[in-house]
């Protein structure tokens, strides 16, 4: 719907969950995740490495107990690899989560982080087709989960929505154009190039609700994180009432 020049790839696809209304850009094309892969594991493991990891830099190498809600909270709320990555183990890895046509999950976060440090990685990473969505697929993801069709029990979607409100990632994202007195329950993903923010975005009255993924590929500066804010805000401009 909004016409824009740029110099990095941008697709979104957003959903009224309540008059069933859509905007999109590119919904159809493929994103790498980054982190938002959080999102359909932790749906995957709830009823049931390197890079960012808080419970690795606070064990001071010492042996870690945590319970599985614990890793649950680390993996998506924080977004800890080192948390998505036992998770993975856990299920017996990634072609054992099952999820949305559209979406792929195919490596940990460590195989992720291997490949990245290969000679031209991080240029292959926006072209390689695994670990990747479609804007459009990851909000029928969404809608499942608003809609309690993700399989998960009442107390487990609970805690699920409850962590993903929590979520501390992305605060220049999506979150920092929310009206006053909106909640947004969502999964952040970066990556080399890579920004993205999905999530469920729940009006101040508390009757409008909007599944929302937005996703950049190939960019080439952090500056360009700043169009999710402002995709975001025309896009909430459209849907959500005045």
Same mark, same amino acid.
């Given at each position: ?28 094309? !493929?994103?790498?995740?980054? %982190? ?6 932790? &749906?995957?493991?709830?009823?049931? %490495?390197?890079?960012? %990891?808080?419970? !690795? ?48 999950? $195919? ?15 991080? $240029?292959?990473?926006? &072209?390689?087709?695994? $670990? ?40 220049? !994202? ?35 609700? &909007?599944?929302?993924? &937005? ?26 009432? !005045?």
């Amino acid at each position: 719907m909004f016409a824009l020049l740029l110099a990095f790839t941008l697709g979104y696809h957003a959903l009224d969950l309540d008059a069933g209304r859509t905007l999109s850009m590119n919904a159809e094309q !493929r994103f790498p995740m980054g %982190s938002v892969f959080k999102l359909p594991l932790a &749906i995957e493991v709830s009823d049931f %490495s390197p890079g960012w %990891s808080p419970i !690795r830099d606070n064990a001071h190498g010492e042996p870690v107990v945590l319970t599985l809600r614990e890793v649950l909270t680390y993996a998506l709320g924080v977004s800890d690899n080192t948390a998505a990555d036992y998770l993975l183990k856990l299920i017996g890895g990634a072609q054992n989560i099952r999820t949305v046509s559209g979406i792929r999950i $195919d490596r940990s976060e460590k195989e992720m982080a291997a490949d990245l440090h290969k000679p031209g990685g991080k $240029d292959k990473y926006a &072209i390689d087709p695994r $670990d990747t969505s479609t804007p459009k697929a990851m909000v029928e993801l969404l809608r499942m989960f608003y809609e309690k069709r993700d399989g998960l029990s009442p107390a487990s979607h609970e805690f699920a929505m409850k962590t993903m409100l929590g979520t501390k990632t992305g605060p220049k !994202r999506i979150v920092s154009m929310l009206p006053k007195g909106a909640t947004f329950a969502h999964k952040t993903g970066t990556m080399p190039g890579t920004f993205n923010d999905v999530g469920i975005i729940t009006s101040p009255d508390g009757k409008h609700h &909007i599944a929302i993924a &937005i996703f950049v590929k190939e960019s080439k500066s952090d500056e360009d994180e700043k169009v999710i804010a402002k995709t975001a805000k025309r896009i909430m401009n459209s849907l959500l009432p !005045r």
